[in-house]
Every structure is written in C-alpha cells, then in structure tokens.
C-alpha cells in the first residue's frame, strides 16, 4: 500500500509531466485536485479570437456582418470588405445589395466593440484589388490570420431562362470572388505560420435546385475549391472549411426574386413551403447569428484539428442528404 508521502510524490509528477511546469504548494491533494491544477485554466474572460486580424467579405451585411461582429466581440480585429453598392454593375434582380449607409453602419457596429475595423471598399471579382485589400489589411491591422469569403449573389433564374451576364456574373462573383479572397489571404497567413479560411457554400451546394440558374452551380463549386484548398494549405498550418447554410434571414433570402423562384407571394407561404424541410421547428429560418456561431469556432484555435469540412447550419435540413 502506497504512503500518504509517496502519492502526493505520484502526484507531484504527474502534474510536473503534464505541464512542463513546477506545480507549487500542491500537497496536500486528492487526484481530482491534481488534475484540475494540470490543466492550465482559462480566464472566464479570455477571448476566443483575441489578438486575431480577420478579413471578412461582404461584411456589410446578412450573414458578412453577423460574422464581422461576432468576430469582433470575440476580440478579433475586423477588416470589412464590400461593394456597399446596390447593383455594383451586375445583373442583380429581384432583390439589391447592400448600400453605402449599411456598410458604414457595419463598421461602426464592429468600431463600437473596441477593436480595430477597416472599411474596404473593393469588388471581390477585382484580383488585383483583393490582393491589395489583403495587403491593407496586414499593414493596418497587424497581420492576417482569418478569412472569410461571404460576398455573394443570387440569380433567380431557371438555367434554361438564365442569359449570358446573369450566369457569368454568378460565376464571377460567387466563385472567382472565392478563389481571388483566398489567394490574397494566403501569403499573409503563410508569414504568421497558419491561419483559417471560411468559406459559404449552401445547402444548395448540396443537391440540384430549381430555378436558381447559375447559383447552386458556384455552391457546388465552393466545396470543391475549399476542398482542394485545404489539402493543398495543410502543410503551411491553414485550416479551410465551409459552412453551408440553410434558409438564412437575410434580404437574399427574403426578397421578392426567391418568392419569384419557388412560384410563391408571401414570406408566411415561403416559410410555410420551406418549414416542410426543416426537421427543427425552434424558428422557420435560420439567423445570420447563427453561422457566425459556427463561423467563430472553426476560426479558433477550437478548430485547428479541423480542415476540408463542409458543416451544414441549416436546422436539420441536410439530414435528408443521402451523404
Ligand atoms: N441567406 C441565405 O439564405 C443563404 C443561404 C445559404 C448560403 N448563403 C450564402 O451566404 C453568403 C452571404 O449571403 P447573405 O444572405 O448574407 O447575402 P446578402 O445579400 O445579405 O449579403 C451579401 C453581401 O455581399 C456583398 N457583395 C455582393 N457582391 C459583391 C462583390 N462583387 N464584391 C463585394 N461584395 C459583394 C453585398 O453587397 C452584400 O453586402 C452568400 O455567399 C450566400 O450565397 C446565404
């Protein structure tokens, strides 16, 4: 049978082992003792992004902002980058972007959390300004270590009824804006050993949808470009995942061009039709809080051990996938 002296000794050790530190004053101790002192604690305070410079396309609103944001109450600092520009030249339809008071009052949101926001007023179809916009943001913020590439457009179009610039315009923004936000990111994040890129696929990146043309096609192409990203960036310690949401209430989501898609005139029928999809009943659409939630966590240091995952936030809806 082990002496008193002896199990505190035990103890001792193993404490030292765990965390390459002298433990002091720790006898008298029971195990569980032991064990609570071995793992270094976290202050209840203790932000999960703190010190962390993020990039965040199509910040200036839905589902960019509440990310922005979260990020930014998470301690990140927050560059923001949209077109703040209702059509910005595209063939948008059936609903607009964002404007010039949104995306300022984005900013402000995220300014009055504390940290540092930069407002970058940049086309993610611009390879050439999204590389600046990634260089802007190290030099004024202090280093890049996470991006996320949420600007996007919807098409409400069949692909039969779609015209030239409706699809090349989805193509152009909802892929290559992708591809030209992470490539920017790359080299910045690659000079701080690591770092996290999220990008917006779509549970209509999951499946064939009906009369959005254009748009599940670049949903599809989303995985396959954070798929082959994050095989790629491992080595260099870059994590790239996407979120897939389902219906987000967000004026892409509620505008007259989606009713127009599923042959409906009201959001109550929408919600009514779309409900039937959706085996959680808690609300009849997701918020853009929602996948900030998750957007958080997979750029935390919580989520380093995750890569080349695509996670469905879409209240149940992807359990009907058959993979
Ligand atoms: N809302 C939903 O139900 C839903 C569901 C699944 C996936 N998504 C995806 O989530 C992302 C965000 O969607 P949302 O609902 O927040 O849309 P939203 O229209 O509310 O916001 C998109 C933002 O992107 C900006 N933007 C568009 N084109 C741009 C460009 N070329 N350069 C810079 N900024 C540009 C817009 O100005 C706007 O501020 C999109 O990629 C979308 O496809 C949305």
Do not use: C
């Not at 600092?77 to 595209?90: E, K, S, Y």
């Not at 967000?250 to 009713?259: D, I, K, N, V």
């Not at 958080?296 to 996938?321: C, H, M, P, Q």
């Amino acid at each position: 049978m082990r002496t008193q002296a002896s199990r505190r000794a035990l103890i001792k050790n193993a404490a030292m082992t765990a965390t390459g530190v002298v433990i002091g004053a720790i006898s008298p101790l029971r195990s569980h003792e032991a064990v609570a002192q071995q793992t270094p604690l976290q202050p209840a305070t203790s932000k999960l992004l703190a010190g962390k410079v993020a990039l965040v396309t199509g910040a200036a609103r839905g589902i960019g902002r509440a990310i922005a944001i979260d990020f930014a109450r998470n301690g990140a600092n927050v560059a923001l980058l949209d077109l703040g520009d209702p059509t910005g030249g595209m063939a948008i339809s059936g609903y607009r972007l964002s404007n010039e008071r949104e995306f300022d009052e984005a900013v402000a949101a995220v300014q009055a959390l504390g940290v540092k926001a930069l407002k970058l007023k940049v086309d993610v179809r611009n390879y050439t300004a999204m590389k600046e916009a990634a260089e802007l943001t190290a030099r004024e913020l202090g280093g890049l270590d996470i991006a996320v590439a949420s600007a996007g457009i919807a098409i409400w179009t069949t692909i039969e009824g779609s015209n030239e610039q409706q699809w090349k315009d989805a193509i152009d923004v909802n892929i290559n804006g992708v591809f030209n936000t992470i490539q920017a990111a790359i080299p910045h994040m690659k000079a701080r050993q690591g770092g996290r890129i999220i990008t917006l696929s779509s549970i209509g990146g999951r499946q064939g949808v009906v009369g959005n043309g254009a748009y599940p096609t670049t949903k599809w192409a989303v995985i396959g470009l954070t798929k082959s990203a994050a095989i790629e960036l491992g080595s260099s310690n870059i994590t790239v995942n996407a979120i897939a949401p389902g219906p987000v209430n967000t004026p892409l989501y509620r505008s007259q061009g989606q009713l127009r898609s599923m042959g409906l005139k009201t959001f109550e029928e929408q919600d009514k039709v779309v409900g039937e999809f959706l085996p959680l009943k808690i609300k009849t659409a997701l918020d853009p809080e929602d996948i900030a939630d998750t957007a958080t966590f997979l750029a935390s240091d919580r989520a380093k051990t995750i890569s080349g995952e695509v996670i469905d936030v879409a209240l149940g809806y992807n359990a009907s996938y058959t993979a």
